[in-house]
């Protein structure tokens, strides 16, 4: 068997690469053909991963007596990308990453974010096809740093999970790499206010759907400043909770503003907005694809027929926290 390292090993064609590991196939049928013909792909060229995919397209469909062995195989073959992996993030100080492998290739990494910085990005992304960071203890020396140089490896991106502390300058870093594929940024407990907040007007970003601010230090001002950002045209679902100055002038601001028409869900539990507040937003527009208000509060006399209009139009959406 080849060694994950050799040339023949390390083969990718990387469109067919990115319509197997497109998050989007809508079936298990989908994506089981598009891993297939990367299989036959890798095959012809010599890469044993053709084996290693092959199987595990068709281990879904095996008789359950067949699955054990089937999942043996797998195991053999997939160690030794493993054990190049851990050798390559070993040599690095990369070690306390985790990596999820699918079909012998790394979709996502978790863990301590500390050492990843610009040049280590370049390698990482030239090696596997990773789309999913959740890396822990992120500063913004190190984000500064994978601004600079060749940023590409940031195009292949779509979901990206940072903590640990960050101003307008590592946010500012952000806005320089290209996410074109972005589909979720989550920025929880890092320290933002409402610079940092502002900062993020410059993410360089086409699909993000999901953005997630919770828990940070950012008021009705930086919420503002963020929704003149043309960005908010993509954007589905907006987590502010725990952001404890947002009070209703937000809402205020949601309503007026041009451009949410693909916002489904608002969440903002432990702010200065009440569940009732939400019936401001009911009538609204431009907010006419909202399914999803989340908010702290309960229902009493005082908010009972407000709470009621909200679930005579969002139902089940009304979520209280």
């Not at 160690?79 to 050798?87: D, I, L, R």
């Not at 290739?105 to 280590?120: H, Q, T, V, Y």
């Not at 490896?153 to 972005?182: N, T, V």
Request: glycine share 10%.
């Amino acid at each position: 068997m080849a060694s994950p390292s050799s040339p023949a090993a390390r083969q990718r064609n990387l469109e067919l690469e990115a319509a197997a590991l497109d998050p989007k196939l809508r079936s298990d049928e989908e994506a089981s053909a598009a891993w297939q013909v990367y299989a036959d792909w890798l095959m012809r060229v010599g890469d044993p991963r053709g084996e290693l995919v092959s199987l595990g397209v068709h281990e879904r469909g095996a008789f359950r007596s067949q699955r054990r062995g089937i999942r043996a195989r797998i195991d053999e073959l997939q160690q030794p990308y493993v054990e190049s992996w851990k050798q390559w993030a070993d040599a690095r100080s990369l070690g306390r990453l985790r990596p999820r492998f699918v079909h012998g290739f790394i979709r996502e990494l978790s863990g301590s974010g500390k050492g990843l910085d610009g040049a280590a990005m370049v390698e990482l992304f030239a090696r596997e096809p990773v789309q999913r960071l959740r890396l822990e203890g992120v500063d913004d020396d190190q984000l500064e740093s994978w601004a600079e140089g060749d940023t590409s490896w940031a195009e292949g991106l779509r979901y990206l999970k940072l903590s640990g502390s960050l101003s307008a300058e590592g946010i500012a870093a952000l806005g320089k790499l290209p996410f074109g594929r972005l589909e979720a940024l989550n920025l929880v407990d890092v320290g933002l206010d409402d610079e940092a907040c502002g900062a993020l007007w410059d993410l360089r970003t086409e699909t993000l759907e999901r953005l997630t601010l919770t828990g940070n230090e950012i008021t009705d001002e930086g919420v503002a400043g963020l929704l003149a950002s043309e960005q908010r045209r993509q954007w589905r679902h907006l987590y502010l909770s725990g952001n404890e100055e947002v009070s209703t002038e937000t809402l205020d601001k949601l309503c007026e503003t041009e451009g949410l028409e693909k916002l489904e869900g608002i969440y903002v539990t432990n702010t200065d907005i009440a569940i009732e507040d939400f019936v401001v937003c009911i009538d609204v527009p431009g907010l006419a694809g909202l399914r999803v208000v989340e908010a702290s509060g309960w229902v009493g006399s005082r908010n009972r027929e407000a709470v009621e209009r909200m679930r005579a139009r969002w139902g089940r959406g009304v979520r209280i926290r």
